[in-house]
């Protein structure tokens, strides 16, 4: 599986920004799919996953109610549409895949095998 990428941009807090990762693949629906972030000097954190059906869906406490995570397994594609952005969301925005991540490893980075390159999310105060 090979994932890339895109969607992010400059916007101003309390803006809307819609990412999107796209997959290689025809096993693209059998992965459990993520976003992770990763601000400057910080480290990788956990901020949405989806099963591999779409019905069931994991967030971060800190966008719950603000990010929503949705894949289209027919297109092969994850998204993540950000609203009310802050400006402590800025951060390099990472799409991952993993086939056989169980429940309790879903916030976990080193439990995806599979990672984009990154797209970044500036917002401004």
């Known amino acids: 599986v090979q994932l890339q990428a895109s969607g992010g941009g400059l916007v101003q807090a309390g803006g809307s920004l819609r990412l999107s990762c796209a997959a290689s693949?025809?096993?693209?629906?059998?992965?459990?799919m993520a976003w992770f972030r990763q601000a400057p000097g910080k480290e990788r954190e956990f901020v949405a996953a989806?099963?591999?059906?779409?019905?069931?869906?994991y967030y971060a406490d800190s966008v719950k109610g603000r990010f929503t995570i949705s894949r289209d397994n027919a297109k092969n594609m994850l998204y993540l549409q950000m609203n009310s952005l802050k400006p402590e969301d800025t951060a390099v925005y990472y799409c991952?895949?993993?086939?056989?991540?169980?429940?309790?490893?879903?916030?976990?980075?080193?439990?995806?095998?599979?990672w984009g390159q990154g797209t970044q999310v500036t917002v401004s105060s």
């Open positions: 693949g025809s096993t693209f629906r059998n992965s459990v």
């Open positions: 991952a895949a993993d086939f056989n991540l169980i429940q309790s490893s879903i916030p976990t980075s080193s439990g995806y095998h599979y």
């Open positions: 989806v099963f591999r059906n779409g019905a069931h869906t």
